[in-house]
């Protein structure tokens, strides 16, 4: 592959931008419309209209939930001896069909459970009894073709850096609580960096607090380290997703995923029940609401602050069921930020990359980061499809290695197949496509410029154990090498990895 020439690039870059903000507009006009509808017309889900789900209202999942096969009348302990009640009777009438009815009789029978469990919960006077501990650990090796400019900095550099090689890419401990009907709370520690050479450091990763302001959990504020709406594949846990990186287009606006900040978040009633359902399956990021907006320091995971601003992010989304069953979701992320890029030179200095602005007292190069990211997905049954695509403004290298505000763009798209070949046991083979345009600010905002491609297999033998091997073959430019007032060297990857994922709880 040959590397094109500048002015032929800048104009490919900028006719994708601009197909780009046509159909993130289009997309945001198309959710819009349906979210009208569906709040005048939808129909609404068995059970979901006698109560809220009473899951603790985390908006993650980090612990591994398989889909589970559809229940029968046999396996629910019903005999011919089990008194009827209505949905029986609809049944025997033929106005409801047998999934349908399987459906009613095991939500009943979930929420029995659930409300059973969760009064023993608020109930216990042990505060050890309100509070779960889990985590998971993923273990990985790679093989690439030994380039020496091969870079994967946004995701797994440890790939590149330490080829053939074991490396712990993750090793977690969650803890979590429902301490009262109104507070949840979750902490999660890293450890991977703890004397395994791979060049992390411990640190926390989440550590904030639920408040629920009404007990339907439709309203509800997060306080602390939390995930910030940025997309759909920044908000998804590392131990759901089955891809082994998240998508550079979408990871470059929040790098580490996580910010300190406040949260606010509205679920609707029937939202709270398909996001309960579209938890069972691979993918899924949980309950971020209907609508959630969150206001934070906007410089990443445990970075300090570097400016009086404050970024201010929002999401809009809604899930869907089909009249065939099938669950889709769409929406819509945005966010307003003023980044300080640390490590950078004054205009007229030799630095490798040098700010375009007057720089703050404390050194930093104070750019403009602003995105707006549209979503889609409906999870494997069996077969799933997702993607998402951003377009925007932020920090970006050029040629010269000049730090200034630039256009970015980019997205992906991906489609899976989960085949469940036991009671327990899933094989989910997955592609993905995608490119991104733009900076990587917490890089110097070095540029990406990135065409990557990605094949992998999961196989799951049981609830805890994940295995993976995936292919990534990559075009982009590298951060590695980069000289005063040149452009950044192209380069062309192939990787194969492998990850053995193990969970308890």
Not at 282 to 307: A, I, T
Not at 356 to 364: D, K, P, Y
Request: net charge neutral; aromatic share 12%; charged share 20%.
């Amino acid at each position: 592959m040959e590397i094109w020439d500048c002015v032929h690039r800048q104009n490919e870059i900028e006719g994708r931008k601009r197909c780009g903000v046509r159909a993130v507009w289009c997309l945001y006009g198309l959710m819009a419309a349906v979210m009208v509808v569906a709040s005048v017309s939808a129909p609404r889900m068995a059970g979901a209209q006698d109560s809220a789900p009473t899951e603790p209202p985390t908006l993650e999942s980090e612990s591994p939930v398989q889909p589970q096969p559809m229940p029968t009348r046999r396996s629910l302990g019903y005999t011919e001896t089990t008194p009827s009640l209505l949905e029986d009777v609809l049944l025997e009438k033929g106005v409801i069909t047998t999934d349908d009815w399987a459906r009613i009789k095991a939500e009943e029978e979930q929420k029995a459970a659930r409300d059973t469990a969760e009064q023993g919960l608020f109930a216990n006077p042990r505060w050890y009894d309100r509070i779960r501990l889990n985590g998971y650990v993923q273990l990985r090796y790679s093989l690439n073709d030994n380039s020496t400019n091969g870079d994967t900095s946004l995701t797994d550099s440890n790939a590149t850096n330490n080829p053939q090689k074991f490396y712990f890419r993750r090793i977690r401990m969650p803890i979590a609580g429902q301490v009262s009907e109104r507070l949840f709370f979750y902490t999660q520690m890293a450890f991977e960096g703890t004397g395994f050479d791979t060049g992390d450091t411990p640190d926390i990763i989440d550590a904030f607090g639920d408040y629920l302001l009404t007990k339907d959990r439709q309203f509800r504020l997060r306080f602390g380290l939390q995930r910030v709406l940025n997309s759909f594949d920044t908000s998804r846990s590392s131990s759901q997703r089955i891809e082994l990186d998240r998508h550079e287009s979408v990871q470059s606006g929040a790098p580490g995923e996580r910010d300190l900040g406040i949260s606010f978040f509205w679920t609707s009633k029937i939202a709270q029940a398909r996001y309960q359902q579209l938890a069972q399956y691979h993918n899924g990021p949980g309950d971020y609401g209907n609508f959630g907006v969150m206001v934070y320091n906007g410089q990443g995971r445990n970075k300090p602050e570097l400016n009086a601003n404050k970024a201010i992010s929002a999401r809009l989304g809604h899930p869907f069921e089909l009249p065939n069953g099938r669950l889709f979701e769409i929406g819509l992320y945005g966010y307003l930020n003023e980044f300080v890029a640390t490590g950078t030179g004054a205009i007229n200095s030799t630095a490798v990359t040098r700010c375009a602005n007057a720089r703050l007292s404390n050194g930093g190069c104070q750019i403009k980061d602003q995105r707006l990211t549209g979503y889609f997905w409906t999870p494997p049954q069996p077969w799933g499809i997702f993607g998402e695509y951003t377009i925007g403004r932020g920090p970006e290298r050029d040629d010269q290695g000049i730090l200034r505000e630039q256009s970015l763009s980019g997205g992906y798209l991906e489609g899976n197949y989960s085949w469940r070949y036991s009671d327990v046991g899933l094989l989910t083979p997955y592609v993905r496509w995608g490119t991104y345009y733009g900076g990587n600010k917490n890089s110097q905002g070095a540029d990406y410029m990135t065409r990557n491609a990605q094949v992998g297999v999961v196989w799951e033998p049981d609830t805890h154990w994940r295995f993976v091997v995936e292919y990534l073959f990559k075009h982009g430019a590298t951060t590695k090498n980069m000289q005063y007032a040149t452009a950044q060297d192209v380069f062309n990857m192939s990787m194969l990895r492998f990850q053995a994922q193990w969970f308890w709880n």
